[in-house]
């Protein structure tokens, strides 16, 4: 959870970021990969003037500064930051795939971004909602007890 705090902190402390919404605080089973814990996940929407290439890089500095070692593809990590959709935005580059290519099949995506924007699409997918009713079946489960806030 520090580490959820500390990414929100770090992402909106230049202020390059307007935060707009924070989704609740989601425990989830870890899709693919090796055998390991369960993970933290949470959902942020933000208002930027920046072209996503350069969020994508203070994401990647964020990731940095807590460590993020990119050994085990799906492995144990102390924090991932992906940028799911941009504005409607598409590309096919490996660097930066908008939307993210599996966004759309992660309950630990979408059942957040639901709850922060219902009316929320991820362009070429379709709507955020219809598509949450096909990953019903991957655990998930709402931590009230924990709740993340963008910084003052």
């Known amino acids: 959870m520090a580490a959820l705090q500390g990414a929100v902190d770090a992402l909106f402390e230049a202020r390059l970021l307007v935060p707009r919404a924070v989704s609740p605080v989601y425990e989830t089973a870890p899709v693919g990969g090796p055998e390991q ?9 933000a208002d930027t003037a920046l072209p996503a290439e350069a969020v994508l890089e203070r994401a990647l500095a964020v990731e940095e500064a807590f460590q993020r070692v990119r050994e085990v593809r799906w492995g144990p990590r102390t924090l991932d930051v992906d940028i799911i959709a941009v504005a409607g935005e598409r590309s096919d580059d490996p660097r930066l795939t908008l939307p993210h290519p599996r966004a759309h099949e ?25 598509l949450l009713a096909a990953v019903a079946d991957q655990e998930l489960r709402r931590r009230d007890d924990l709740e993340l806030r963008f910084p003052d």
Do not use: C, K, S, T
């Open 106 to 130: 992660r309950a630990f995506v979408l059942r957040p971004w639901a709850d922060i924007d219902p009316g929320a699409e991820i362009p070429g997918r379709g709507a955020v909602r219809e």
């Open 37 to 45: 814990g369960p993970f933290l996940n949470a959902v942020v929407a």
